[in-house]
């Protein structure tokens, strides 16, 4: 697989925080070009945190993948130009290549109780919560991958797509319950279902669903970290039997830190903190719902819904 085909794209970044020096001790030198909050960069703090991450687990032997990965929440969904804005990176010191992508946050969800949904620009909400649909920043590391069936589309050809699981710790330690990994962009809208008896995919009763393909590439997701199809086959390439590390900024400390910062009028670029400045004054200010807090919500409105039978597609025409 040849990372070079990752197509790097610049950024419009304008951050507060953390200054270009500030985790550039032992960066090599042609990766230093890449660290700041400029167009085309990575925050430092971004950087440092996924270096150290990945340095561990080589040390202690867990993973081997010469490149490892990481993902800034903070930026925006879209670029200057109205392009997928990057803001995943994957990182091959070895090969000295950079690469900045597009991928999706967390939508949320509104409820009654609670309205923890994110625009389509930016993200406000962060958590590590099951069923919360939400981002959560952390330590992750990339484990087996899943291909599964998810409909057919255009002239009956059947879809595929490939899920990457995402082992985490600490408060990501529940990516596993929560179905948290990467994954193409992409979902089949099922529109209708047609017999097909013959097909592996078909139901008890022989039907087939049939739908749309809906592409979402650089929007939101229901909190896994998502890909265009053509970065997600190079990336799945990449960590498919040969695991690496992911982190994803920013952490519950992060944002509890901004958000207290942002309110007190204290968020400045001596402050050491660091967010993505147009979402940040497009937001006003992040919040993290910590699992213990948002979860008994959750399974509060579930318990609420009322026990509609299952959902019959027309027969297709």
């Not at 940040?280 to 948002?294: D, E, V």
Request: proline residues 7%; contains cysteine.
């Amino acid at each position: 697989m040849r990372l070079g085909s990752l197509r790097f794209t610049l950024a419009f970044v304008v951050a507060s925080g953390v200054g270009p020096t500030q985790a550039a001790q032992d960066i090599p030198r042609w990766l230093q070009a890449h660290v700041g909050t400029g167009e085309g960069q990575i925050a430092p703090v971004v950087l440092e945190r996924a270096r150290a991450l990945y340095q561990t687990k080589r040390r202690n032997g867990d993973v081997t993948n010469p490149c490892y990965l990481a993902m800034d929440a903070t930026r925006p969904s879209a670029a200057p130009n109205g392009a997928p804005g990057p803001r995943f990176y994957v990182i091959c010191e070895r090969q000295r290549t950079f690469r900045a992508v597009s991928s999706g946050y967390g939508n949320g969800r509104k409820l009654q109780r609670a309205n923890f949904s994110n625009g389509r620009q930016c993200a406000k909400n962060f958590s590590n919560a099951e069923g919360s649909k939400l981002t959560a920043g952390g330590a992750y590391v990339t484990a087996e991958t899943r291909t599964s069936f998810k409909g057919y589309i255009g002239d009956k050809v059947p879809f595929y797509r490939t899920f990457i699981l995402f082992d985490g710790e600490g408060e990501t330690r529940n990516a596993r319950e929560r179905a948290i990994g990467g994954h193409p962009a992409v979902f089949v809208k099922w529109q209708c279902r047609y017999q097909d008896p013959d097909s592996p995919h078909a139901d008890k009763d022989g039907y087939v669903p049939y739908g749309r393909l809906v592409n979402y590439t650089g929007g939101r997701s229901n909190g896994c970290t998502t890909w265009s199809q053509e970065v997600s086959k190079e990336i799945t390439a990449l960590v498919e039997g040969n695991p690496t590390t992911l982190y994803i900024y920013p952490e519950g400390r992060d944002i509890n830190a901004v958000a207290n910062a942002a309110r007190n009028g204290r968020l400045s670029a001596g402050s050491g903190l660091y967010w993505n400045a147009a979402c940040l004054s497009a937001i006003g200010a992040p919040k993290f719902w910590p699992k213990h807090k948002l979860q008994p919500i959750i399974n509060a409105w579930r318990r609420s819904l009322p026990k509609n039978p299952p959902l019959v597609l027309p027969i297709c025409n």
